[in-house]
T-cell receptor
Framework: AQKVTQAQTEISVVEKEDVTLDCVYE???????LFWYKQPPSGELVFLIR??????QNEISGRYSWNFQKSTSSFNFTITASQVVDSAVYFC???????????FGTGTRLTIIP | DGGITQSPKYLFRKEGQNVTLSCEQN?????MYWYRQDPGQGLRLIYY???????QKGDIAEGYSVSREKKESFPLTVTSAQKNPTAFYLC????????????FGSGTRLTVV
């Protein structure tokens, strides 16, 4: 993607609430992948998911789900029944035009309040 | 287990000194990357290398230098020309960015004292 936007800088929710993190991308590519990474307080970025632009089906993994919509260029991430361990910074990313590197959003800091 | 090892985890540098951060991977990945992260901020690309003996500047290369003499290693030197080096540094590698994204190391936290 040429640009990845995460408009939500910080979000705080009470434990067990559902929360959605937004990601909007701009790309000239006809096929592309989108990624989500989690950065817990320890600092290392952990891969969560990748999606191919051909596959618009929603993905669910336990309490995590992802909604990919090409029509709105969005790849949103929902955590249901949030837990304190979900507190982290979450980054959305996509390969740049030329596929040399990832373009990252600015990240969303999620705080789950016990 | 395959992965990326960054060392040291914490590093303290006196003003005016050069310091080298280590990044080693045993994933057989061709591409490697260095990012800088300031508190509460996103990731900024410093340098990247797609093959041995070749590397490109990222968005904030000034005050940094790298080498890529071996596929497994991509050390980053923070020189005295970098005026504000205190930050968290992340190394990453990739076998194919378009399809697989990055694998990240655990980071080095550099503090100037």
């Amino acid at each position: 993607a040429q640009k990845v936007t995460q408009a939500q800088t910080e979000i705080s929710v009470v434990e067990k609430e559902d929360v959605t993190l937004d990601c909007v991308y701009e790309t000239r590519d006809t096929t592309y992948y989108l990624f989500w990474y989690k950065q817990p307080p320890s600092g290392e970025l952990v891969f969560l998911i990748r999606r191919n632009s051909f596959d618009e089906q929603n993905e669910i993994s336990g309490r995590y789900s992802w909604n990919f919509q090409k029509s709105t260029s969005s790849f949103n991430f929902t955590i249901t029944a949030s837990q304190v361990v979900d507190s982290a910074v979450y980054f959305c990313a996509s390969p740049n035009f030329g596929n040399e590197k990832l373009t990252f959003g600015t990240g969303t800091r999620l705080t789950i309040i016990p | 287990d395959g992965g990326i090892t960054q060392s040291p985890k914490y590093l303290f540098r006196k003003e005016g000194q050069n310091v080298t951060l280590s990044c080693e991977q045993n994933l057989n990945h061709d591409a490697m990357y260095w990012y800088r992260q300031d508190p509460g901020q996103g990731l900024r690309l410093i340098y990247y290398s797609q093959i041995v003996n070749d590397f490109q500047k990222g968005d904030i290369a000034e005050g940094y230098s790298v080498s890529r003499e071996k596929k497994e290693s991509f050390p980053l030197t923070v020189t005295s020309a970098q005026k504000n080096p205190t930050a968290f540094y992340l190394c990453a590698s990739s076998i194919m960015v378009s399809d697989y994204g990055y694998t990240f190391g655990s980071g080095t936290r550099l503090t100037v004292v």
